[in-house]
């Protein structure tokens, strides 16, 4: 609580469930009571999530944070859940909904760091970056060779984007750069203003992977995604073809992937995402035609910086009575209103 021309104010109460930058966990001392988790970043049981969340009025989340009927039931309380990153698959919105719970996300802040990250994997695999490297640091490079570490060109290859939203799109610009045939598969057709913005073609997704060369991954994860793209679909592709995904795990069937690559069905991948991550599939391990990176998409500190900023406005907003920018379920905001 504090005092405000004589009166005694008392603050609401939230919750940060990981480590964010100082700067913002003071931000929000200056409005509220703060709980938080500085000083050690663990990924919380549900359980304890549960149990640190008694009483609060709010918390800002990240993606890993399960918000759903039980832990609702639970917490009467509670007012508004904020996530700091943009996938919300952790919620589930009908039953924040229906129990009147606020749900945020921080949508557009993490296109165009997630695109350079797509594209730093795709040139990786293409150019046998990390699998190159690994074998230099191991003292193994004696002098040039004709052969050594072939790779594929990038520039005047055809890119196959699975998913034109903002990362999506942003990774299609990155493309004329080098001179690449564009074409995409999305839920929804693009505008044609769209198409012709970007310079893309439009095409069903066994045709696209038939086609490209490389092909990127950028849908969200949503139940009818899982396994998108499958054993079938990955018999589809080149044996020269390169996938990548920075989108979530669980789209791509990583054991199907896994066996492909191992057998030289297809030349390479590219991975920040994986089904069950932190924990993911071992086999990856010993392929050295995949170049691996542990969820790090928008790990940069300006873009992090948005999304925790972005977030904390959001939980701000929410408690404060007015219309969170990133409000997911309306339908709790315009029951209020009434």
Same mark, same amino acid.
């Given at each position: ?100 719970? !606020?749900?945020? =996300? #921080? ?7 997630? *695109?350079?990250?797509?594209? @730093? $994997? ?119 073809? !390169?996938?990548? =995904? #920075? ?7 990583? *054991?199907?992937?896994?066996? @492909? $690559? ?77």
């Amino acid at each position: 609580m504090e005092i405000l021309d004589g009166a005694i104010v008392t603050k609401k109460k939230i919750l940060v469930t990981r480590q964010a930058f100082p700067e913002i966990i003071d931000w929000l001392r200056e409005r509220f009571e703060v709980e938080h988790n500085q000083e050690t970043d663990e990924q919380w049981s549900q359980d304890e999530f549960r149990r640190r969340l008694a009483g609060m009025d709010g918390a800002l989340t990240a993606g890993n944070d399960r918000v759903d009927a039980p832990l609702l039931d639970a917490l009467p309380q509670l007012r508004a859940v904020c996530n700091m990153t943009v996938g919300f698959n952790n919620f589930n919105l009908a039953d924040m909904t229906s129990r009147g719970v !606020i749900a945020t =996300n #921080t949508s557009g802040t993490l296109d165009e760091t997630t *695109a350079d990250m797509a594209w @730093a $994997l795709m040139l990786a695999a293409a150019r046998r970056v990390t699998e190159s490297e690994r074998w230099l640091r191991a003292g193994h490079w004696k002098g040039w060779k004709n052969s050594q570490f072939l790779g594929q060109d990038v520039h005047g290859a055809t890119l196959g984007i699975v998913g034109m939203g903002n990362i999506g799109r942003a990774v299609a610009r990155r493309a004329r750069g080098f001179s690449m045939k564009v074409i995409y598969n999305n839920r929804n057709r693009v505008s044609p203003e769209i198409e012709r913005e970007l310079g893309v073609s439009y095409m069903g997704l066994d045709e696209l992977l038939a086609q490209s060369d490389f092909v990127s991954v950028h849908v969200p994860y949503y139940p009818e995604a899982h396994h998108l793209i499958d054993a079938r679909r990955i018999a589809l592709l080149k044996p020269t073809a !390169i996938v990548v =995904n #920075t989108a979530r795990g669980g789209i791509i069937d990583d *054991a199907a992937l896994i066996e @492909a $690559l191992k057998a030289g069905r297809i030349a390479g991948a590219g991975l920040d995402v994986f089904e069950g991550e932190p924990a993911f599939n071992p086999g990856f391990t010993s392929l050295d035609n995949v170049a691996l990176a542990p969820h790090i998409g928008s790990a940069t500190r300006a873009t992090r910086m948005r999304m925790w900023k972005l977030g904390a406005d959001n939980l701000v907003s929410a408690l404060a009575g007015e219309r969170p920018p990133n409000l997911l379920n309306p339908d709790v905001w315009e029951r209020r209103r009434r």
